[in-house]
């Protein structure tokens, strides 16, 4: 049994790199290109090449049309996976280097579909991010994260956002009802750092700065335990003093 399996080895890669060479040579010839031609330029048998364009069609890989070979959708799936992984983890480096750089954990959050929506943290065990006891999407109101997002939205999508999670206190210190929320928010600037202080954690305080990347809404964070409150603002402040180089990474983030 052993040296069949082991035989069975370079079949099975041989036929990925047949079927990947035969993706390259359809990439080649962008209106499409028959079967034969592809075989030929790819270096394979045409038994062996007809075989694998039909299982390549048939995944999407391929679309076959008018007796020809062109590149199909899943192709451009890879493609388009490929640069959101790659521009995902532009992101978290980015946060991990403020991480270190500053000593305390970094959020990146932003609104879609209506909802807040945590995309990435940076922490370490000797600075870890606050614990999600309370779901973030539906206590907005109550977090530096929520209350930045929904301080850039406009006054109906941000009623909107209050109609579906009404404010209710989460802490003692959590802001008490709606008509409270809406006067603090309205009294905090754009691009103005909102501050918690223990309104979503008991012994945490957070920061959150507003970020500007078209008309979306999007904001990273940092919190600190609430005996290293005298650390927030010039932590906060050092952060943003450094947004500028992710805006790149961040605003492509808004669309992952």
Known sequence: MAGATNAAVPTLIGSVQRALRLLEAAGAHPDGAP???????????????????????????????KGVFALGTAVGRLAV?????????????????????????????????????LVAVADTPQAPAVTEWADFRETGHAHALGQCLLGQLDDRARRDHLDRHPVLPVTPYSV????????RLSSVGRTEVVVERQEYALGTVCAAIPITAGSAAATMAISLPLHQAARLLPAVEQLRSGIAGLLGSLAFSISI
């Open 35 to 65: 079967a034969k031609q592809l075989a030929r330029e790819a270096g394979i048998p045409l038994p062996t090449a007809y075989h694998l364009l039909r299982t390549l069609a048939h995944e999407d890989y391929l679309r076959r049309e």
């Open 81 to 117: 996976g490929g640069a959101v992984q790659n521009r995902r983890s532009t992101l978290e480096d980015s946060l991990a280097h403020w991480r270190d750089a500053i000593g305390v954990p970094v959020y990146f959050a932003v609104y879609r579909e209506g909802e807040i929506e």
């Open 176 to 183: 008490r009802n709606r008509c409270t929320l809406l006067e």
